[in-house]
């Protein structure tokens, strides 16, 4: 038995082959199966209609499934006029706002923000300020605290943290 020198410098790709190799187009993946209720739909389109840019916005993420790309598309169609004419959209936002105004939130959870390279709590409906301005809410897990609004001055010169306390309230100590 022999074999091919491994270290030639002709390679056997290079060569043409003894008979050609016939190589059929490829044609794009259809389905033309009737619409029967039995047969799975290949195609789905997915929707995400939100209602704020914040996560706190209610999201709607209906999808529709058809057996062709038209099809599916159609009634992706369909199905958003539909909802907006049911008035659907509007529901969900009315139904949205009604579960937020039923619910009473953890004690001494503040919302977050981003500052100076950290998420804090932001605060801005709180009657804590100080001689500096606002004061600052951090929630520690098992402590918070309201910090002197004065940003940028020393320790020396901050007013006193006001530290929360069993019953749920903040005085200084």
Not at 21 to 29: D, G, L, N, R, S
Not at 110 to 134: I, L, M, R, W
């Amino acid at each position: 038995m022999t074999h091919d020198d491994p270290f030639a410098d002709q390679s056997p790709w290079d060569e043409p082959a003894a008979t050609p190799v016939h190589t059929p187009e490829e044609k794009p993946v259809t389905t033309n199966a009737p619409n029967v209720p039995n047969t799975p739909a290949p195609f789905k389109i997915g929707f995400t209609l939100k209602a704020g840019s914040g996560f706190e916005s209610e999201w709607m993420t209906p999808a529709v499934y058809g057996h062709s790309a038209e099809e599916t598309a159609t009634r992706g169609a369909e199905l958003l006029s539909a909802m907006k004419q049911a008035g659907l959209i509007d529901l969900t936002a009315k139904a949205a706002q009604y579960a937020r105004a039923q619910y009473k939130g953890g004690a001494g959870s503040a919302p977050k923000k981003f500052e100076n390279g950290k998420v804090v709590a932001a605060n801005p409906g709180s009657d804590y300020t100080c001689d500096h301005g606002q004061r600052s809410f951090k929630d520690g897990g098992s402590w918070a605290a309201y910090f002197c609004g004065g940003r940028g001055l020393d320790k020396s010169q901050q007013c006193q943290p006001l530290w929360r306390q069993k019953d749920g309230t903040f005085r200084s100590k």
